[in-house]
Nanobody, 115 residues
Framework: QVQLVESGGGLVQPGGSLRLACAAS????????MTWVRQARGNRFDWVAT????????TYADFVKGRFTIARDDVKNTLYLNMNNLRPEDTAVYYC????????RGQGTQVTVSS
């Protein structure tokens, strides 16, 4: 069974940076397009970024463009989300999942941006 474990969240001041990780077991990340989404205070899930299976193309939501970068380490079989210039509105629980299977997301990792 596909298992994804997100980590790396925490409390950071506005303007700060974090790197989230999504470790996969039971399947190879490079076999599928992978996505990060976020959920703020129980609201809907908002798409954040996607990387294709080939690792060549990444797409981003407008509200993170230029600040966040999605990346993948095929040796470690881990997906990352590098987040810079964080804003209070980035506060949310962040999840990863295969693009076409949102039900496979992990438990999420909390990111809180506050002074």
């Amino acid at each position: 069974q596909v298992q994804l474990v997100e980590s790396g969240g925490g409390l950071v001041q506005p303007g700060g940076s974090l790197r989230l990780a999504c470790a996969a077991s039971e399947f190879t990340l490079r076999s599928v397009d992978m996505t990060w989404v976020r959920q703020a205070r129980g609201n809907r899930f908002d798409w954040v970024a996607t990387i294709d299976s080939g690792g060549e193309q990444s797409t981003y939501a407008d509200f993170v463009k230029g600040r966040f970068t999605i990346a993948r380490d095929d040796v470690k079989n881990t997906l990352y989300l590098n987040m810079n210039n964080l804003r209070p509105e980035d506060t949310a629980v962040y999840y990863c999942h295969p693009k076409r299977d949102p039900s496979r997301r992990g438990q999420g990792t909390q990111v809180t941006v506050s002074s």
